[in-house]
């Protein structure tokens, strides 16, 4: 009764007359917090016309619970079903079983952790509060997906893409490839690659078929009807003064080029040098002798000299060219000049290093500009090549065991492609257009996960072994799995504990694991971005192609460090060591670093290097082309290391005057115009703090303490409410709260790993794999094997 009158009493919206701690001990006993109930004393010591607000009045019939609490007081303002802020309505679901809306709750979770709501300058409460209330809803959450998983349902037909096609042919046929002049570049999906490649227009079908015909001609070195060649372009920015990595010391310039001759015989190599734009060969002032060499062998020196008058400069380049013998297969062929003796020169300022620009910093000496490779001639067969070897595992010695050993070589299903060709040109003839349907067949260019015949629609199965194989060796590879792996999966085997955790860690030991250092993190740390990146010369004229590789391979080794030394995770965010050559040390100004060649350089306390968040490749890619972006950079942190996103800007909302740093008004300040929006302050009062830290490194990773004669103000925040100053302060704030960073890589991970998108119905394995893996410092190998024994890895969801 007494509770019924209570209720009565709150929806008619009337005060319940109680006051003293007789009226808040039965306010208590019937269901409502201490909050409500003092709420409510203190109203009914107002005039009695005054109403009662009614999200302040909320009334749970089921006992307090930090949930429930946190929601009347935090939260019902906006996400009742009035304002329903974010599309979120907790005043409605607030008083049910968590489990009955996971999706909702499983947003709040993410929101919470990240300490991101409430928003800042609301109510906030205290770390404890957050901890309980986080701790209550997540057990509930893994709790009920424990005992009904939801692994979701990853597409039936995925089409290998670029980066797939490419190691697979390398792993099938011992031959490498370059996918990206085959294949047109693959769309990205919730950040990577391998998600949306479910379909196969006309147009790229021909492509592939293309490819195929290219690659099982060369894999099993067929004979041309003529000669063929390639072409191969050095990037016009590329500095050519010092030492190239991979060429002999003593040479400057010119470039490795691993290539794959089709067949035995003859080439011709021409060699072009590099114009300024009155077609004047650049630097070209004395005498140069330019080296042609085979797997390092010289195979011709040609001199290099000014055309008298400086006009046929045609003529130099006639004479760059040779006639030489290659076997058949995989080579390097390389161009380079002899270095003459460097001069130190004695300047007020330091040197630029950059010299490919024709009036800012022109070429003090020629550079290459193309070769050209062309062949062959005067064939002499199709040689002994790692291709032929793997493809050609037996030879027939008379007519009648062709048949037997192409079946072999090709299996029962390719029997009809050998037979077309065969009857024409040959046997060989015959391999190679069988090979060619092999890799334009179904079951090579896509992975094909069926459901069972037996399983019932909507329910829930454990993949085979077969495509648990598939799954790993395409997320740890990126490429098809092994004879090893396979023949554990045959044996029915891999889904094993023990045995699925010795082929991660053989996996993970084996040379193709840098796939995860590359086509994974290239894509998670937006290093693709590298390709395009130009950076106003006017203002950085030191920028050239050498600081953009050397930018991604410094990245590229630390990441590779981490995962083969099995390191924590969190020394991706702050470490004492990096990778540097010559010129990307200086450009961090790190003294006492010589030449072409990455190694591991130690770096001590006062170092302004060691970490993702202070290299050149992050930095670089997060800003504009003539001045840094803590928007983009606080964008970045918050999507790619906690895992918040913010949402997409509101239309109409008015950009920046222009992308350059006025010098009467800072970006901070400039920056503030948009805080002080209504429409723009909830997304950048995310951003800007966190990306305000790291101004202390330009648009091109170079540390730096003032800009335009003032002191640089690094001051930032994370959404947590964590304030601090500069880079260590960001590093700091992310390891305290290791579970957000270790999180996020853990999706990402998933993503990459599943070809889907992480969804709510994931975040309880998330969960588990952080929680497992904190017990092991959150080493790499800890969150790849949680993943790999995860209920998204390894079952599925049927139609």
């Given at each position: 009764?007494?509770?019924?009158?209570?209720?009565?009493?709150?929806?008619?919206?009337?005060?319940?007359?109680?006051?003293?701690?007789?009226?808040?001990?039965?306010?208590?006993?019937?269901?409502?917090?201490?909050?409500?109930?003092?709420?409510?004393?203190?109203?009914?010591?107002?005039?009695?016309?005054?109403?009662?607000?009614?999200?302040?009045?909320?009334?749970?019939?089921?006992?307090?619970?930090?949930?429930?609490?946190?929601?009347?007081?935090?939260?019902?303002?906006?996400?009742?079903?009035?304002?329903?802020?974010?599309?979120?309505?907790?005043?409605?679901?607030?008083?049910?079983?968590?489990?009955?809306?996971?999706?909702?709750?499983?947003?709040?979770?993410?929101?919470?952790?990240?300490?991101?709501?409430?928003?800042?300058?609301?109510?906030?409460?205290?770390?404890?509060?957050?901890?309980?209330?986080?701790?209550?809803?997540?057990?509930?959450?893994?709790?009920?997906?424990?005992?009904?998983?939801?692994?979701?349902?990853?597409?039936?037909?995925?089409?290998?893409?670029?980066?797939?096609?490419?190691?697979?042919?390398?792993?099938?046929?011992?031959?490498?490839?370059?996918?990206?002049?085959?294949?047109?570049?693959?769309?990205?999906?919730?950040?990577?690659?391998?998600?949306?490649?479910?379909?196969?227009?006309?147009?790229?079908?021909?492509?592939?078929?293309?490819?195929?015909?290219?690659?099982?001609?060369?894999?099993?070195?067929?004979?041309?009807?003529?000669?063929?060649?390639?072409?191969?372009?050095?990037?016009?920015?590329?500095?050519?003064?010092?030492?190239?990595?991979?060429?002999?010391?003593?040479?400057?310039?010119?470039?490795?080029?691993?290539?794959?001759?089709?067949?035995?015989?003859?080439?011709?190599?021409?060699?072009?040098?590099?114009?300024?734009?009155?077609?004047?060969?650049?630097?070209?002032?004395?005498?140069?002798?330019?080296?042609?060499?085979?797997?390092?062998?010289?195979?011709?020196?040609?001199?290099?000299?000014?055309?008298?008058?400086?006009?046929?400069?045609?003529?130099?380049?006639?004479?760059?060219?040779?006639?030489?013998?290659?076997?058949?297969?995989?080579?390097?062929?390389?161009?380079?000049?002899?270095?003459?003796?460097?001069?130190?020169?004695?300047?007020?300022?330091?040197?630029?290093?950059?010299?490919?620009?024709?009036?800012?910093?022109?070429?003090?000496?020629?550079?290459?500009?193309?070769?050209?490779?062309?062949?062959?001639y005067e064939s002499k067969g199709p040689g002994d090549t790692p291709s032929r070897r793997r493809v050609f595992v037996c030879q027939p010695t008379k007519p009648g065991e062709e048949e037997?050993?192409?079946?072999?070589?090709?299996?029962?299903?390719?029997?009809?492609?050998?037979?077309?060709?065969?009857?024409?040109?040959?046997?060989?003839?015959?391999?190679?257009?069988?090979?060619?349907?092999?890799?334009?067949?179904?079951?090579?260019?896509?992975?094909?996960?069926?459901?069972?015949?037996?399983?019932?629609?909507?329910?829930?199965?454990?993949?085979?072994?077969?495509?648990?194989?598939?799954?790993?060796?395409?997320?740890?590879?990126?490429?098809?799995?092994?004879?090893?792996?396979?023949?554990?999966?045959?044996?029915?085997?891999?889904?094993?504990?023990?045995?699925?955790?010795?082929?991660?860690?053989?996996?993970?030991?084996?040379?193709?694991?840098?796939?995860?250092?590359?086509?994974?993190?290239?894509?998670?740390?937006?290093?693709?971005?590298?390709?395009?990146?130009?950076?106003?010369?006017?203002?950085?004229?030191?920028?050239?192609?050498?600081?953009?590789?050397?930018?991604?391979?410094?990245?590229?080794?630390?990441?590779?460090?981490?995962?083969?030394?099995?390191?924590?995770?969190?020394?991706?965010?702050?470490?004492?060591?990096?990778?540097?050559?010559?010129?990307?040390?200086?450009?961090?100004?790190?003294?006492?670093?010589?030449?072409?060649?990455?190694?591991?350089?130690?770096?001590?306390?006062?170092?302004?290097?060691?970490?993702?968040?202070r290299q050149g490749s992050v930095l670089a890619v997060t800003s504009y082309a003539t001045r840094t972006?803590?928007?983009?950079?606080?964008?970045?942190?918050?999507?790619?290391?906690?895992?918040?996103?913010?949402?997409?800007?509101?239309?109409?909302?008015?950009?920046?005057?222009?992308?350059?740093?006025?010098?009467?008004?800072?970006?901070?300040?400039?920056?503030?115009?948009?805080?002080?929006?209504?429409?723009?302050?909830?997304?950048?009062?995310?951003?800007?703090?966190?990306?305000?830290?790291?101004?202390?490194?330009?648009?091109?990773?170079?540390?730096?303490?003032?800009?335009?004669?003032?002191?640089?103000?690094?001051?930032?925040?994370?959404?947590?409410?964590?304030?601090?100053?500069?880079?260590?302060?960001?590093?700091?704030?992310?390891?305290?709260?290791?579970?957000?960073?270790?999180?996020?890589?853990?999706?990402?991970?998933?993503?990459?790993?599943?070809?889907?998108?992480?969804?709510?119905?994931?975040?309880?394995?998330?969960?588990?794999?952080?929680?497992?893996?904190?017990?092991?410092?959150?080493?790499?190998?800890?969150?790849?094997?949680?993943?790999?024994?995860?209920?998204?890895?390894?079952?599925?969801?049927?139609?």
């Amino acid at each position: 009764m007494l509770e019924d009158l209570v209720k009565s009493l709150v929806v008619s919206r009337c005060v319940i007359p109680v006051s003293g701690s007789l009226g808040i001990g039965l306010m208590a006993g019937i269901g409502l917090s201490f909050f409500d109930a003092t709420s409510l004393v203190a109203q009914s010591e107002k005039p009695f016309k005054e109403e009662l607000p009614v999200q302040r009045a909320k009334v749970s019939w089921r006992s307090p619970s930090p949930v429930n609490s946190l929601v009347n007081q935090y939260c019902a303002d906006c996400h009742d079903s009035e304002m329903k802020k974010g599309g979120l309505d907790l005043d409605s679901i607030s008083d049910e079983d968590v489990t009955r809306h996971p999706d909702a709750w499983e947003r709040v979770v993410r929101k919470l952790r990240a300490r991101q709501m409430p928003p800042a300058g609301k109510k906030r409460p205290d770390e404890h509060t957050y901890d309980a209330t986080l701790a209550e809803l997540a057990s509930s959450l893994d709790r009920a997906a424990s005992k009904h998983p939801n692994p979701g349902r990853t597409e039936t037909f995925r089409r290998l893409n670029r980066a797939e096609y490419e190691n697979s042919i390398r792993d099938l046929l011992a031959l490498d490839i370059d996918a990206a002049a085959l294949l047109p570049k693959d769309d990205v999906s919730h950040g990577f690659d391998n998600v949306s490649v479910g379909n196969l227009s006309p147009t790229l079908l021909d492509r592939y078929i293309s490819a195929a015909q290219k690659i099982s001609r060369l894999a099993v070195g067929a004979p041309h009807r003529a000669p063929g060649g390639d072409t191969i372009r050095i990037r016009p920015d590329l500095t050519q003064e010092e030492q190239v990595e991979g060429l002999p010391v003593g040479t400057r310039g010119g470039t490795v080029l691993p290539y794959t001759f089709p067949r035995d015989g003859e080439y011709d190599i021409q060699i072009r040098l590099a114009r300024d734009r009155n077609e004047e060969i650049e630097g070209l002032h004395e005498t140069h002798e330019l080296e042609l060499l085979l797997d390092r062998e010289r195979m011709k020196l040609c001199t290099v000299a000014p055309p008298p008058g400086h006009k046929d400069y045609e003529s130099v380049d006639g004479k760059l060219k040779a006639r030489i013998p290659v076997t058949a297969g995989p080579h390097q062929l390389a161009v380079t000049f002899l270095k003459h003796p460097s001069e130190l020169l004695e300047t007020k300022r330091q040197p630029y290093n950059a010299h490919f620009n024709m009036h800012r910093h022109p070429r003090l000496t020629p550079a290459i500009y193309q070769i050209s490779i062309n062949g062959p001639y005067e064939s002499k067969g199709p040689g002994d090549t790692p291709s032929r070897r793997r493809v050609f595992v037996c030879q027939p010695t008379k007519p009648g065991e062709e048949e037997s050993c192409a079946e072999r070589i090709l299996s029962n299903l390719m029997r009809r492609a050998y037979r077309n060709a065969r009857a024409e040109e040959g046997f060989e003839a015959g391999i190679e257009a069988a090979l060619s349907a092999v890799l334009i067949s179904p079951e090579f260019l896509f992975r094909i996960e069926q459901d069972p015949a037996e399983a019932a629609p909507n329910t829930v199965y454990r993949i085979s072994d077969l495509a648990l194989a598939s799954r790993l060796s395409f997320f740890l590879w990126s490429s098809i799995p092994d004879d090893e792996l396979l023949e554990t999966a045959i044996r029915g085997e891999l889904h094993k504990p023990r045995v699925l955790e010795k082929q991660v860690r053989r996996m993970l030991a084996d040379s193709r694991s840098r796939n995860l250092a590359s086509n994974f993190a290239e894509q998670w740390l937006y290093l693709r971005n590298l390709e395009s990146l130009s950076p106003d010369l006017r203002l950085f004229p030191d920028f050239d192609d050498n600081l953009r590789q050397a930018f991604r391979k410094e990245t590229e080794m630390f990441l590779e460090a981490v995962l083969r030394d099995d390191r924590s995770v969190l020394d991706l965010l702050k470490a004492d060591y990096t990778f540097l050559n010559e010129r990307l040390a200086k450009h961090y100004g790190i003294p006492h670093v010589y030449g072409s060649r990455f190694r591991r350089v130690a770096l001590d306390r006062e170092s302004q290097r060691g970490g993702l968040l202070r290299q050149g490749s992050v930095l670089a890619v997060t800003s504009y082309a003539t001045r840094t972006s803590p928007v983009i950079r606080g964008k970045w942190i918050l999507e790619n290391l906690l895992g918040t996103p913010p949402p997409p800007p509101l239309p109409n909302v008015p950009a920046l005057k222009d992308n350059t740093v006025s010098a009467t008004l800072s970006v901070r300040q400039r920056l503030a115009e948009h805080r002080a929006n209504a429409a723009c302050a909830g997304c950048h009062s995310l951003m800007d703090p966190a990306g305000f830290s790291l101004e202390n490194f330009d648009a091109i990773g170079r540390w730096r303490s003032f800009e335009e004669g003032l002191p640089i103000d690094a001051s930032g925040g994370l959404p947590d409410g964590s304030a601090f100053t500069g880079v260590s302060g960001l590093e700091d704030g992310l390891r305290n709260r290791p579970e957000l960073f270790v999180g996020t890589l853990t999706e990402k991970l998933l993503t990459f790993a599943l070809g889907r998108g992480v969804e709510t119905f994931d975040a309880p394995a998330v969960r588990k794999i952080v929680r497992e893996a904190q017990a092991k410092d959150f080493r790499f190998s800890s969150i790849v094997l949680g993943i790999v024994n995860s209920s998204p890895f390894t079952m599925r969801r049927s139609l």
